[in-house]
């Protein structure tokens, strides 16, 4: 009998493809909470194909308390109007894509209401991105940072990362609404095929 795959994952604002690949194929996921949080990660950003090729969209955090502050204890900050603009900047770039106005509504309400933590805003936002994809791994939250190397966990935390390239390389094409300018853009935000493709996006992962 195979043993259960288990893969670690930090987490991540609106995560780009790859992520909810590796969730679909692991039995079990563990979402890091007592990592230290890092700025320019995709715990605070996203990629999305716009007009003008990818915009990064970076939600604002408070200054943490100390260098050594848990991700888990990140607040959001309220300034900038930063809700209104991303909300804005997801519309502009996918409100004539095939599936926004079949999914807007779900999205729409995360950027109605404040959030005090980053982390509860991502993972409550996963939640309804894995409960739209129809992808339904076992979720819990780490009880430490370190890992015990005897339970075989692929610890993804640090290699998904925006200034890194991705894990995989085989993305195929799908459609995209400005690929005719600019050409197909792989692991972009989740976001980017759930508008595109629909109800297809589980097949693409």
Not at 100 to 113: G, L, N
Not at 119 to 127: A, G, H, K, M, V
């Amino acid at each position: 009998m195979s043993e259960e795959k288990i893969i670690l994952l930090s987490c991540a604002y609106l995560a780009p493809i790859e992520y909810y690949a590796l969730m679909n194929q692991g039995a079990k996921v563990i979402i890091e909470q007592h990592d230290h949080y890092i700025k320019q990660t995709y715990r605070n950003r996203c990629r999305i194909y716009s007009a003008n090729g990818v915009q990064i969209l970076s939600i604002p955090v408070e200054k943490p308390d100390s260098l050594k502050s848990l991700t888990r204890d990140i607040r959001v900050a309220d300034h900038g109007n930063w809700r209104h603009l991303h909300w804005q900047a997801i519309t502009s770039a996918y409100n004539s894509t095939p599936f926004f106005e079949y999914y807007a509504d779900d999205f729409r309400p995360f950027y109605q209401k404040s959030f005090r933590y980053l982390f509860d805003f991502n993972e409550q936002l996963r939640d309804l991105i894995c409960s739209l994809l129809d992808v339904s791994p076992s979720v819990s939250y780490s009880e430490s940072f370190e890992v015990d190397s005897k339970l075989g966990v692929l610890d993804c935390r640090e290699s998904i990362h925006p200034k890194k390239n991705p894990l995989r390389e085989d993305f195929e094409p799908y459609y995209q609404v400005f690929e005719s300018r600019f050409g197909f853009i792989p692991d972009l935000s989740i976001v980017d095929l759930l508008f595109n493709m629909g109800p297809e996006s589980i097949s693409y992962l």
